[in-house]
C-alpha cells in the first residue's frame, strides 16, 4: 500500500502549475490513477502471500523499494537539496516502509483478505487525523460515507465476533502508519512530480528497512547471498512488488493525489481491500463468507455515493511557493 488526506482538503495547498483538462476531468482522471494503484495493491498483496517462506518479510520489503530507488537514482541526485519536501518525502517513505512490513508479517498469521480490510482502516483514520490536525470538518457526504465503509471493513473481517490474531494488531498498526503517510504526501504532492516524491520516498523506506533488517536477521547484503538460487518465480514476484506494486503504483497515487481531496483519495484507496479479497479468492483459494461479501458490496457501494454526490472536494489554491517540475 500502501502506497492516502483530508489535511490537503482543509488547509491551503498550492495550484499544480499546468492545467491541461478542465477540472472535473482533471479530478476524474486523478480518480482513475488512485483507483489502478488499489488494483496493483491488491495483487501485491496476494503476491506477498505467495512468497511467504522462499523470502523473508524484511527482506522482501527491503526490495520492494530498493528495486525502485534504484531506478530513480538519477532523479533522487538531482532533487536531494531541493528543500523541507524533499525530507518530508523521506520521512513519508519511512513510515510507508514499516507500514507494508507489519503488513507482510502480518500475513504469517491471517489470510491476505483479512490483512487487507484490517489496513483499510485508515480510511476512517485520515478525516478523523483532519479534523484533530486542522480543526476542521470535511464535507458532511464523506464523512457519512466513511462511516459506511467502516461498517464495510467490519462486516469484511467477518462481522464483530471475528477473531483476532498478532497479525490483525500488525494490521491495524499499519493502517496507522498509512494514514501519516496519506495526509504528508497529499500536502507534498503539489510541490514535486511524482517520480521525485517516490524517489524520495523509496530512500526513506530502504533506510528504516535496512535498519530493521540489521536489528533482526543482519545486513540486507548478507541476507542477498542466498538470491541467486531462487527460482524464476520468486524473482518474477519480487520485480512485480518493486515495479509493479511498487514504484508504478506509487507514482499512479502521487500523481492521482495531485487532482484528489485527501478524503477522497482516502475512500478510493478502501478498494484495496476488495481488489485483494477477489484476488485471493480467484488465486489463492480464500473464499468470502456472506458476512465479507456483504462488506465488499457496501464499500463498493459507498465509493460510488461519494463519486455520485457531487464533484470530489479539491485542493484550495494558493500563492505558496512550489517546486519541481510538472509530471
Not at 3 to 25: G, Q
Request: proline share 6%.
Amino acid at each position: 500500500m500502501g502506497c492516502p488526506v483530508v489535511l490537503a482538503s482543509v488547509l491551503p495547498a498550492a495550484r499544480p502549475r499546468i492545467r491541461r483538462w478542465p477540472a472535473k476531468s482533471t479530478t476524474w482522471l486523478g480518480f482513475g490513477a488512485v483507483l489502478s494503484a488499489t488494483v496493483l495493491w491488491g495483487y501485491a498483496n496476494v503476491v506477498m502471500r505467495l512468497l511467504d517462506g522462499p523470502v523473508t518479510p524484511g527482506l522482501l520489503m527491503w526490495l520492494r523499494f530498493f528495486i525502485p530507488l534504484a531506478a530513480l537514482s538519477p532523479v533522487l541526485v538531482r532533487v536531494r537539496g531541493a528543500g523541507a519536501w524533499f525530507w518530508g518525502a523521506v520521512g513519508a517513505g519511512a513510515v510507508l516502509g514499516l507500514a507494508t512490513y507489519a503488513q507482510a508479517v502480518a500475513l504469517e498469521t491471517i489470510p491476505v483478505d483479512q490483512m487487507a480490510f484490517v489496513s483499510a482502516l485508515y480510511v476512517v483514520f485520515t478525516p478523523m487525523a483532519g479534523a484533530v490536525l486542522a480543526r476542521l470538518w470535511p464535507p458532511w457526504t464523506l464523512m457519512v460515507a466513511t462511516v459506511a465503509a467502516l461498517l464495510g471493513v467490519v462486516l469484511l473481517m467477518g462481522g464483530l465476533g471475528g477473531g483476532i490474531y498478532v497479525g490483525t494488531w500488525l494490521s491495524l498498526a499499519s493502517a496507522g502508519a498509512i494514514t501519516i503517510q496519506i495526509v504528508a504526501l497529499s500536502r507534498l504532492a503539489v510541490r514535486a512530480s511524482p517520480l521525485q516524491l517516490t524517489a524520495a520516498e523509496s530512500l526513506g523506506a530502504v533506510l528504516v528497512l535496512t535498519a530493521v533488517l540489521a536489528v533482526r536477521a543482519g545486513s540486507a547484503l548478507s541476507m542477498l547471498q542466498g538470491s541467486p538460487g531462487w527460482p524464476a518465480g520468486v524473482w518474477a514476484g519480487v520485480l512485480y512488488l518493486a515495479l509493479g506494486g511498487g514504484l508504478l503504483a506509487f507514482v499512479l497515487q502521487a500523481w492521482g493525489q495531485r487532482r484528489l481531496s485527501a478524503a477522497a483519495a482516502a475512500l478510493v484507496f478502501n478498494t484495496e481491500a476488495v481488489w485483494s479479497a477477489l484476488l485471493a479468492w480467484l488465486i489463492l483459494g480464500e473464499t468470502l463468507s456472506g458476512w465479507q461479501m456483504a462488506g465488499a458490496a457496501l464499500t463498493v457501494g459507498t465509493l460510488t455515493m461519494a463519486v455520485l454526490a457531487g464533484p470530489l472536494p479539491r485542493h484550495r489554491p494558493s500563492s505558496a511557493p512550489r517546486t519541481g517540475a510538472p509530471p
